[in-house]
């Protein structure tokens, strides 16, 4: 690659999708799983929290990774208070580091906990009132994925979180799909 080409991929703008380090300052990683890394970041207008996705592309011969098109466009369509709100995407700019490749990151609202964490903790303990909170929630946003014709396909703990206030939030739709309940194939 010429030194000119270098500078043209480095000076191209994307008006649509913000870069993710003049928005956000990473604080942490919390978590790592088969499609991305999750880090705990600030955003540097307002200071409020956001979890930042990033969507691995290093297997990635031919665009976009499916999964992470599928999640963005059944977030688009979701709006539930028990369903994890995607903020924005955002990406990292073309440069020598990252070997003329953007990064891109989902940003996500951010939660506290997930229910793996939580019940693996042995300080917690989950009275029967707050069990029934839970389910009660579980059951409200699966209803409400599954009334807007979204199968999850990945239910499990770590993809349940919870917020400060105990709210909580089904996450991680890299694996589900719309369905139809007509007679067409594949469907």
């Not at 880090?39 to 207008?45: I, L, P, W």
């Not at 929290?49 to 977030?75: D, S, Y």
């Not at 703990?157 to 919870?162: H, K, M, T, V, Y």
């Amino acid at each position: 690659m010429s030194n000119k080409q270098i500078e043209k991929l480095e000076e191209i703008d994307f008006p649509f999708c913000r870069d993710v380090n003049t928005h956000y300052q990473k604080e942490a990683k919390v978590g790592q799983g088969t499609f991305g890394e999750v880090f705990k970041a600030r955003c540097r207008k307002t200071g409020k929290l956001v979890a930042l996705k990033k969507v691995l592309m290093e297997n990635e011969r031919e665009g976009f990774p499916i999964t992470a098109l599928r999640e963005i466009r059944i977030l688009q369509l979701l709006d539930d208070e028990n369903i994890v709100k995607l903020i924005e995407i955002c990406r990292t700019k073309a440069n020598a580091y990252n070997r003329y490749k953007s990064t891109f990151f989902l940003v996500f609202e951010f939660c506290d906990h997930d229910l793996a964490g939580l019940l693996s903790n042995h300080h917690v303990k989950f009275t029967l009132i707050i069990q029934k909170e839970v389910m009660k929630q579980l059951c409200s946003g699966l209803f409400y994925i599954h009334r807007n014709k979204i199968l999850h396909r990945d239910m499990k703990a770590a993809n349940i979180l919870i917020t400060k206030r105990g709210l909580l939030k089904l996450a991680d739709f890299g694996l589900s799909r719309a369905f139809s309940s007509s007679s067409e194939p594949n469907r």
